[in-house]
């Protein structure tokens, strides 16, 4: 499983963003995903993730009702659109892919199984 996340950039407070994760390799549909984020000096923390069909979604209380996760399973595409952008999510993002057989959406990044190479999002305030 190869992970390709993109998107990110420089924008203003109160702005958006829309990060993309393109995956490859095994078939997309059959794992949950999962956006991660870590900005400077700080650990990595969970963001939002997905379940395979997309029909189940989980977000960090920190990005709810701002941020809204999605995937399309025949692009093998997953999404994090991001808005009303504060400083405070200034960070590297990374996708990522949980393979395991439960239906559970897992939060803890040790859970996940690959990672994408992450993209820079900057706020200026």
Known sequence: VQLQACGGG???????????????????????????RQGPGKERE???????SG????YADSVKGR???????????MYLQMNSLVPED??????????????????APQRYDYWGQGTLVTVSS
């Open 10 to 36: 420089l924008v203003q407070a109160g702005g958006s963003l829309r990060l993309s994760c393109a995956a490859s390799g095994r078939a997309f549909s059959n794992y949950k995903m999962g956006w991660f």
């Open 90 to 107: 200034m960070a590297v993002y990374y996708c990522a892919a949980d393979l395991s057989y439960s239906a559970v959406i897992r939060t």
């Open 55 to 58: 029909g189940g979604t989980s």
């Open 67 to 77: 941020f809204t996760i999605s995937r399309d399973n025949a692009k093998n595409t």
């Open 46 to 52: 969970f963001v939002a993730a997905i379940s395979r």
